[in-house]
């Protein structure tokens, strides 16, 4: 401590000291957890090299093909097809390959306002191709198997529609003595149960690999590429989370393991596409992009141990599938269910995530009770701001007494202004009189920043904004505020840059951050003090994009931030504040009026 020389120009101020630790934090943070951390858990090139398997003694499953672009319907009615028509999906799957390739979810819509249901899966030769595919494989280049070309046919008594908590099974002779038939059931939900089998009429015994892949041809239409959210392949394998991007596999990068266990799939913001093999189960992993026809596409896939059939014997394989809507409640039961390990890591929670996953659990009863997803996130802030209205008191009594004694220390620094140990000794001493700790201030706030992480992931990742409208004008809580202040609101018929696209809901949370800095005394510092004065209209520019709820939340949140303020200071005295006029220190000196000479 005898090192420590405080500046009483910077201790005055206390508060601005603690936005600037606050600011630098919040940019480590970022810097941190949105690029150092997920490339460090990404396996680098030089240590996946090591850790990718050889070529695999077993057989492997296909790249799946890419055909010429058409249109969905197309294809859907030139192939015979047996219709899925669950609870909460509908669809087909194509008798030709047996895939489940064309997917719709009946919750939720394709955009905003529309009837249409937003579709999933795509068959192959679509644009936007995303399907899954099963088979077999096998190293006797004599023995047929089926592939994506193969037409299969319905069992002997077989039903023929895919409803809730009911199978199809399809079959297919290779004309050599082996029948496989696969069976597909869908539970009320979006899992689907796929039990491969094979049936050896043979009279030698023969080795098969069961395999599964998930391709989705090009990137999803609605990928941002947002640094914040993995959106893509994903892996949880031998309790390492798995999450190469687009662009890494786009590079050339893989992920292959032998002899893993776990699952793997695609991930996107709100939905979920994964293959889930029993538990206790071994098999090879990969993850992967190729190129077919000028264009780009990612597969995940597993294939199992090597199986022997028996002369007269049959073998099966089962695997669950999982192709919906990313529900925490929903994947927890399954987890709890099947003993699945860890598919709750199929929600990006981030480093907070034991910050984060709690608060998703308190949003979603929050909607329950209110059934309105606004009213939820406005209660949810209203509680998190309660639970930390100690921390922020702390706080802002701290910031109070420094800015009280600010005359004092300046005081001191004159008379001892030739001596620092003397000023640092009556420094410490005017703490000690005045009962104030000059840090108190600080841990608190940086305290609440991974609270701040933690809601603003739980929001973000919530299904249940998308399409949801709020008060007023918002019509879709998961997409930006519609309005624009540059176009007096739909008065003026232009559109403005997107710089400047600028609605209703961030100049509301411009004025928040105005008021805000308006209750806090100036700077001392003029540049310091400019930069304040412009930073509620920087921050308003980089949120105006962001989805609506988010700035809702943040505005509610500002709002009972400057409530709290306004009523600390009115507490503690000896300043005068007002919501309307600001802090006393901020106005301006009213010049004495002259009288006009006559």
């Known amino acids: 401590m005898n090192n420590f020389s405080p500046d009483p120009h910077d201790k005055q101020d206390n508060s601005r000291l603690m936005l600037a630790i606050v600011i630098s934090l919040l940019i480590l943070l970022l810097f941190s957890n949105f690029f150092d951390n997920p490339q460090s858990k990404k396996i680098q090139p030089q240590q996946m090299q090591q850790q990718q398997m050889q070529t695999q003694k077993s057989a492997s499953a296909p790249i799946a093909e890419q055909q010429s672009v058409e249109n969905?319907?197309?294809?859907?009615?030139?192939?015979?097809?047996?219709?899925?028509?669950?609870?909460?999906?509908?669809?087909?799957?194509?008798?030709?390959?047996?895939?489940?390739?064309?997917?719709?979810?009946?919750?939720?819509?394709?955009?905003?306002?529309?009837?249409?249901?937003?579709?999933?899966?795509?068959?192959?030769?679509?644009?936007?191709?995303?399907?899954i595919e099963s088979g077999w494989a096998t190293n006797d280049n004599d023995v047929l198997v089926p592939d994506s070309k193969t037409v299969w046919r319905l069992a002997p008594g077989s039903a023929d529609v895919l409803k809730t908590d009911g199978n199809v099974t399809l079959q297919w002779d290779n004309g050599q003595g082996l029948l496989f038939e696969r069976k597909i059931g869908l539970d009320e939900n979006y899992l689907f149960t796929i039990t491969q089998k094979i049936i050896n009429n043979t009279n030698a015994e023969k080795k098969f690999n069961a395999w599964h892949l998930i391709s989705r041809h090009s990137l999803p239409v609605d990928f941002k590429g947002f640094f914040i959210l993995h959106e893509g392949p994903l892996g949880y394998l031998d309790d390492k989370l798995m999450e190469p991007s687009y662009k890494d596999l786009d590079k050339g990068e893989k992920i292959e393991r032998e002899n893993t266990q776990g699952w793997l799939g695609i991930t996107d913001k709100y939905w979920f596409v994964g293959i889930f093999p029993n538990p206790q189960e071994k098999f090879n992993a990969r993850i992967v992009g190729s190129t077919v026809n000028n264009k780009r596409a990612y597969q995940t896939d597993v294939v199992a141990e090597t199986r022997t059939?028996?002369?007269?014997?049959?073998?099966?394989?089962?695997?669950?599938?999982?192709?919906?809507?990313?529900?925490?409640?929903?994947?927890?039961?399954?987890?709890?269910?099947?003993?699945?390990?860890?598919?709750?890591?199929?929600?990006?929670?981030?480093?907070?995530?034991?910050?984060?996953?709690?608060?998703?659990?308190?949003?979603?009863?929050?909607?329950?009770?209110?059934?309105?997803?606004?009213?939820?996130?406005?209660?949810?802030?209203?509680?998190?701001?309660?639970?930390?209205?100690?921390?922020?008191?702390?706080?802002?009594?701290?910031?109070?007494?420094?800015?009280?004694?600010?005359?004092?220390?300046?005081?001191?620094?004159?008379?001892?202004?030739?001596?620092?140990?003397?000023?640092?000794?009556?420094?410490?001493?005017?703490?000690?009189?005045?009962?104030?700790?000059?840090?108190?201030?600080?841990?608190?706030?940086?305290?609440?920043?991974?609270?701040?992480?933690?809601?603003?992931?739980?929001?973000?990742?919530?299904?249940?904004?998308?399409?949801?409208?709020?008060?007023?004008?918002?019509?879709?809580?998961?997409?930006?505020?519609?309005?624009?202040?540059?176009?007096?609101?739909?008065?003026?018929?232009?559109?403005?840059?997107?710089?400047?696209?600028?609605?209703?809901?961030?100049?509301?949370?411009?004025?928040?951050?105005?008021?805000?800095?308006?209750?806090?005394?100036?700077?001392?510092d003029k540049t310091q003090e400019q930069l304040q004065t412009w930073f509620p209209f920087i921050i308003t520019i980089m949120l105006a994009n962001f989805a609506a709820g988010l700035v809702i939340y943040w505005t509610w949140s500002n709002t009972l931030g400057v409530l709290q303020q306004y009523y600390i200071l009115r507490k503690l005295g000896g300043q005068e504040v007002s919501l309307i006029h600001g802090h006393s220190e901020r106005r301006r000196k009213k010049k004495p009026k002259t009288k006009r000479k006559k």
Request: glycine share 6%; with cysteine.
């Open 72 to 131: 969905q319907k197309d294809v859907t009615t030139t192939t015979r097809r047996i219709p899925i028509l669950g609870k909460k999906v509908e669809g087909s799957l194509s008798l030709t390959g047996a895939r489940i390739d064309d997917l719709s979810l009946n919750e939720h819509t394709a955009t905003a306002g529309s009837k249409e249901n937003m579709v999933l899966l795509s068959p192959s030769g679509t644009k936007n191709a995303y399907y």
């Open 309 to 524: 059939v028996a002369p007269g014997q049959s073998i099966e394989d089962k695997k669950f599938i999982f192709a919906g809507v990313k529900n925490l409640t929903l994947m927890t039961k399954y987890q709890k269910k099947y003993g699945l390990e860890h598919i709750d890591l199929t929600f990006d929670f981030g480093w907070w995530y034991f910050i984060t996953k709690p608060f998703f659990y308190l949003l979603h009863l929050l909607m329950l009770i209110t059934g309105n997803v606004g009213l939820a996130i406005l209660s949810m802030t209203v509680i998190i701001r309660g639970a930390v209205f100690p921390l922020a008191n702390k706080s802002f009594i701290s910031m109070a007494g420094m800015k009280r004694i600010a005359p004092m220390l300046k005081e001191l620094q004159k008379k001892h202004s030739g001596d620092k140990e003397k000023l640092q000794a009556e420094i410490f001493d005017l703490y000690k009189r005045e009962k104030i700790n000059p840090f108190n201030g600080c841990w608190p706030i940086m305290i609440q920043i991974p609270i701040f992480f933690a809601l603003y992931k739980c929001i973000m990742l919530s299904v249940e904004l998308r399409h949801e409208p709020f008060l007023g004008w918002i019509n879709d809580l998961s997409a930006p505020d519609p309005t624009n202040i540059f176009t007096l609101f739909g008065l003026l018929d232009w559109n403005p840059p997107s710089l400047l696209s600028i609605g209703a809901w961030p100049v509301l949370f411009c004025l928040t951050m105005i008021i805000q800095k308006r209750l806090t005394p100036p700077m001392p």
